[in-house]
């Protein structure tokens, strides 16, 4: 049951599941104050912060981009909003990082101490991964591969419009959630099910070319920090090593309608149904 209207500051709003919270959380009926949108905004400039934080009941927190330690200007930011009113806070972290994790994980731990309604998203990895701007889309795209340290592992993709819904009403239902969520989607594909999944719906090859650990690092660290791309590196080893080969009921459970799955993600993004179940 959602609550009264009230103020929702949403950050990455112009981002992948920003964008969808934003627009989520207006259609329940609540005023959506859109950082980048509604009010300039910049993690790494805090005399933005407080004129974003005025007025805001209830914040949607999207961890500063290729940071390795998030923490350092996330912790701040969390104290001043507690300080401006904020009561309940929604942070999205990564079903591969866990409270006192690496990173955002860092801020999951420390979460509770500061708000008495909270909740923090744990989502795999993102469908749009493939069909969207990322490196493995732009891959897809321009060489029909995808490049992976992941080997055989296996992953449940999840959609970015079912996290957008479990954040939805993580924000805005009577009561929060108070304790972490890990979602994901309906079933555990390796990067080569992947591969044979776009195939079929786009009618062209797509492989999967699996690197090493240091293939993938060296080659993330052309376009980004090299500790970042140590880390997420170190993700995909994690993930061939069965980390993320698991599935969860949090979207049914949450929001009363079960995951996409990524044959019908594709579908629906490419408009080419491929004819099989």
């Known amino acids: 049951m959602t609550m ?13 599941t920003g964008s969808r919270v934003a627009r989520g959380v207006a259609a329940r009926g609540h005023r959506v104050k859109a950082a980048r949108l509604d009010v300039r905004f910049d993690w790494f400039d805090r005399s933005t912060h407080e004129q974003a934080l005025t007025g805001a009941d209830h914040v949607y927190l999207v961890p ?4 390795a330690t998030p923490a350092d200007i996330m912790l701040p930011f969390l104290e ?28 999951h731990q420390a979460l509770p101490a ?11 990895w993102f469908m749009q991964n493939f069909t969207g701007d990322h490196l493995h889309a732009r891959s897809i795209r321009e060489e029909g591969t995808i490049r992976t340290a992941a080997g055989a592992g296996r992953v449940a993709f999840v959609d970015a419009d079912d996290i957008a819904a479990v954040a939805t ?4 239902d009577v009561h929060a959630p108070n304790t972490d969520l890990v979602i994901t989607g ?24 699996q690197l090493t650990y240091e293939q993938l690092r060296d080659q993330l660290a052309r376009s980004m920090p ?6 997420l590196a170190g993700m995909d080893r994690s993930i061939a ?27 629906q993004v490419t408009g080419r149904p491929s004819g099989r179940v």
């Open 226 to 231: 090299p500790e970042f791309a140590a880390m």
């Open 64 to 67: 500063p981009l290729a940071s």
């Open 241 to 267: 090593e069965g980390a993320e080969d698991r599935t969860t009921d949090t979207v049914l459970r949450v929001t009363g309608r079960p995951p996409r799955s990524f044959r019908t993600h594709v579908e």
């Open 169 to 172: 009403h993580a924000l805005t």
């Open 4 to 16: 009264p209207p009230v103020t929702v500051l949403v950050l990455g709003a112009t981002g992948t």
């Open 186 to 209: 309906p079933e555990a594909l390796s990067h080569t099910d992947v591969a044979t999944i776009l195939g079929e719906v786009t009618d062209r090859t797509v492989t999967h070319r």
């Open 114 to 124: 500061l708000f008495d309604e909270w909740a923090v998203l744990r989502p795999s």
């Open 80 to 107: 001043r909003a507690r300080a401006c009113g904020v009561r309940r806070a929604v942070l999205l972290s990564s079903s591969a990082i866990p409270a006192g994790g690496p990173a955002v994980g860092q801020v």
